[in-house]
């Protein structure tokens, strides 16, 4: 197989959420030519996609950290990535959520919940505020629609705006 015969493969594999066979094509990919960034870059996000986010983010320090390569996309990844508040590692499990506001996640082990009506509307309204705010202070619109293949829709990446992230941390904490 050629890169271009790998890469649309790779595609293919994403699409259909076929992450197995995705990670197997990666894998070809960089033992063709280990230092790829964009391979490095998809066997991070395939981590992520199974659910494992500390190999996602392991494997994103990896490359950037090692000097692999320098790949902008690797950067832009471990920088989102780092901008998130994280729990202590060091801190007592959390026990499972038992109020019916929160909903387990299925196939996660109890450790993702889902919950409706966590942020009221004007919450919500304020916080779109802040980020058009922020665009019209910027001089640019950052509303996405790409970000999220198997399930379209139009957001912000969150740690790009320091207010709304500043506040989104506050929410996770």
Not at 145 to 173: G, M
Request: charged share 25%.
């Amino acid at each position: 197989c050629t890169m271009e015969e790998l890469e649309s493969l790779m595609a293919l594999a994403r699409l259909q959420m076929r992450y197995d066979d995705a990670s197997d094509i990666v894998d070809a990919i960089l033992k063709l030519n280990p230092r790829d960034g964009a391979g490095l870059l998809m066997q991070s996000r395939i981590a992520g996609w199974k659910g494992d986010f500390s190999k996602r983010e392991e494997l994103l320090k990896e490359a950037v950290d090692s000097s692999i390569i320098v790949h902008d996309p690797l950067l832009v990844a471990l920088d989102e990535a780092n901008a998130y508040y994280r729990l202590d590692p060091t801190a007592e499990p959390c026990l499972p959520r038992t109020d019916d506001q929160w909903v387990a996640a299925s196939d996660l082990d109890d450790s993702v919940f889902v919950g409706e009506n966590i942020i009221d509307a004007d919450e919500c309204k304020r916080m779109v505020q802040v980020v058009e705010n922020f665009h019209e202070q910027s001089g640019s619109s950052n509303w996405t629609t790409s970000r999220h293949y198997a399930v379209p829709t139009t957001d912000i990446p969150v740690y790009r705006i320091p207010k709304l992230l500043f506040w989104f941390n506050i929410q996770l904490e």
